[in-house]
């Protein structure tokens, strides 16, 4: 007969024994391992189970409750360092993935037109509400576009005034945007009311010109066309762009108009004053104009004596550097962000 002295003695070792591996276990797997090396099928207290039928009768049932309990006290511990190094790792994990949301974000500079198609943008736009449709043609052009339509002959001094990037004899950089009043008037019937706008090139480089820059052409024809449409559309396209300013036609030269005219505007730096930038003049010359030559309309087998027409030129960077109060146009094509961010 088994003494249940003794095995009251295994079961109390036993169970100290397994509260303190189970309290210092670090890992689940060490716990799952603890698990059935006490509490399975195979365990220890299943073998000190095994134990009970040896002992005496009267015994068998105390016993049986103390291997019991030492059971359940083994479970409830298991169960609990089970949940703690289960929050021990959320914890750690946690503060791993930590995200501190009051830390400054990462600026990302957002990208946006330049100042001069802006400024393009803004002219054509006015031009559109006038009702002008927008037309346009080659960058690379012929000499006859360029300059022969355009009443400009071989030789005539014009051409040097225009100092021209030439491919060959008859291909070149276009020069202005004028040609392309040719390739719309070979292409269509009056009434034309358009504008072209586009880079042009010349062979210029200081601080008033780029070998590149823009232009702006508009023209209107039809069986009466006459000056004061010109004059009527121009006052309204520049107080649309630069306000309640002054206005001034002046006689000029332009080989494809007769009569052809200047037209400035009151300065807009010293409003009229006089300065540096309008020359102490208190005028700023703003764009080339006049009635379509009837030469040019014959260049595109219009008949003179039936249509009518004005044309006009101006430059983008000029009006962008007026706009801005710029001094010097080379700073639009150097792509010096701190220049460029302030439009
Ligand atoms: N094409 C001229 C230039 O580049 C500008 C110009 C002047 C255009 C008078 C016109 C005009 O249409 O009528 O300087």
Redesign the pocket.
């Known amino acids: 007969m088994t003494d249940s002295g003794g095995v009251q003695d295994k079961l109390s070792s036993l169970l100290s024994e397994a509260l303190s591996e189970i309290t210092s276990a670090d890992d689940a797997n060490v716990l799952q391992l603890l698990k059935s090396k006490y509490a399975g099928r195979k365990g220890l207290i299943a073998s000190l189970l095994k134990e009970l039928p040896g002992l005496a009768p009267d015994n068998r049932g105390a016993v049986g409750e103390a291997i019991n309990n030492a059971k359940e006290a083994i479970e409830a511990a298991l169960e609990s360092r089970s949940a703690a190094l289960a929050a021990d790792r959320a914890k750690a994990s946690l503060a791993k993935e930590r995200l501190d949301v009051t830390l400054p974000g990462r600026f990302i500079q957002p990208g946006r037109l330049h100042p001069i198609t802006q400024v393009m943008n803004e002219v054509e736009d006015i031009f559109l509400g006038l009702g002008f449709d927008i037309a346009e043609g080659p960058q690379v052009e012929l000499d006859r576009y360029n300059f022969a339509s355009l009443n400009i002959p071989k030789n005539h001094p014009a051409r040097d005034m ?1 100092d021209t990037f030439y491919f060959s004899d008859d291909l070149l950089l276009r ?4 040609p392309v ?1 040719i390739r719309v008037m070979e292409s269509v019937k009056p009434p034309i009311r358009a504008i072209a706008p586009g880079a ?1 090139f010349r062979r210029d480089s200081d601080i008033t010109h780029t070998p590149m820059f823009h ?1 702006l ?3 209107m024809v039809d069986t009466n066309i006459s000056f004061a449409n010109l004059k009527s559309v121009l006052m309204d396209f520049l107080r649309q762009l630069f306000g309640e300013v002054g206005i001034r036609i002046r006689p000029s030269f ?1 080989p ?2 007769e009569p ?1 005219a200047e037209v400035d505007i009151t300065c807009v730096i010293c409003s009229g004053n006089g300065c540096r930038v309008c020359k102490e003049t208190g005028w700023l010359e703003i ?4 009635m379509i030559h009837p030469n040019v309309f014959k260049a595109v087998n219009y008949d003179p004596e039936e249509y009518t027409g004005f ?3 101006l430059g983008i960077e000029r009006i962008a550097m007026l706009k801005y109060g710029i001094d010097d146009i080379r700073l639009f094509y150097e792509n010096d962000l701190r220049f460029l961010r302030q439009f």
């Open positions: 225009q020069t202005h945007t004028s009043q042009v232009q052409e508009g023209f332009f494809f108009v052809g764009l080339g104009c006049g044309a006009f030129g």
